[in-house]
T-cell receptor, first 113, second 113 residues
Framework: QQQVKQSPQSLIVQKGGIPIINCAYE??????FPWYQQFPGKGPALLIA?????SEKKEGRFTISFNKSAKQFSLHIMDSQPGDSATYFC????????????FGKGTMLLVSP | NAGVTQTPKFRVLKTGQSMTLLCAQD?????MYWYRQDPGMGLRLIHY???????AKGEVPDGYNVSRLKKQNFLLGLESAAPSQTSVYFC????????????FGPGTRLTVL
């Protein structure tokens, strides 16, 4: 049972392009939506996160757009750079109780020079 | 601070052998997690712990056991390794809510022949 669906599985963009990664969730009780970034040979690290009381959050070149009614959220990377090449995971959880993160399957992004 | 450390970094086992993976964190986090990462499957939660002496099953617990005897350590055991357990294993820790940042270790690459 996959509660968070992520697409695309892989993505290649040129430097300066705007890659967009999409996620959809099923559980309406989710109220926290983080994105993790993973470089080859490393563990994932939190990149940016959003809660459903806002529709957009920006941190530097990274933006999360959130559509509560559609149960979808997406990551946009403005002016992408080769150093952004990594695997990106969306996730979802609930603040209440002993909630754990449910991860999407990941998107491997390659930004070509 | 070292953050989250994992021992060993690499290991090769033969089918039927046993081993223990050690995770240690120095951030005084209550919650700890074990994930496995397989190509195209994302991060899947094996077991987690919400405090010293407590453990719970995640999405894919079969074939694994865990123990949290000390707050800073979380052990993952494979009693009788199988080729299907070939994977990269990540440990993570967080403060005690479902919405706090999870800090990941560098991973252990396990191959079962």
């Amino acid at each position: 049972q996959q509660q968070v669906k992520q697409s695309p599985q892989s993505l290649i963009v040129q430097k300066g392009g705007i890659p967009i990664i999409n996620c959809a969730y099923e559980n309406t009780a989710f109220d926290y939506f983080p994105w993790y970034q993973q470089f080859p040979g490393k563990g994932p690290a939190l990149l940016i996160a959003i809660r459903p009381d806002v529709s957009e959050k920006k941190e530097g070149r990274f933006t999360i757009s959130f559509n509560k009614s559609a149960k979808q959220f997406s990551l946009h990377i403005m002016d992408s750079q080769p150093g952004d090449s990594a695997t990106y995971f969306c996730a979802a959880s609930m603040e209440s109780g002993y909630s754990t993160l449910t991860f999407g399957k990941g998107t491997m992004l390659l930004v070509s020079p | 601070n070292a953050g989250v450390t994992q021992t060993p970094k690499f290991r090769v086992l033969k089918t039927g052998q046993s081993m223990t993976l050690l995770c240690a964190q120095d951030m005084n986090h209550e919650y700890m997690y074990w994930y496995r990462q397989d190509p195209g499957m994302g991060l899947r939660l094996i077991h987690y712990s919400v405090g010293e002496g407590t453990t719970a099953k995640g999405e894919v617990p079969d074939g694994y056991n865990v123990s949290r005897l000390k707050k800073q350590n979380f052990l993952l055991g494979l009693e009788s390794a199988a080729p299907s357990q070939t994977s990269v294993y990540f440990c993570a820790s967080s403060r005690p809510t479902g919405t706090d940042t999870q800090y990941f270790g560098p991973g252990t690459r396990l191959t079962v022949l």
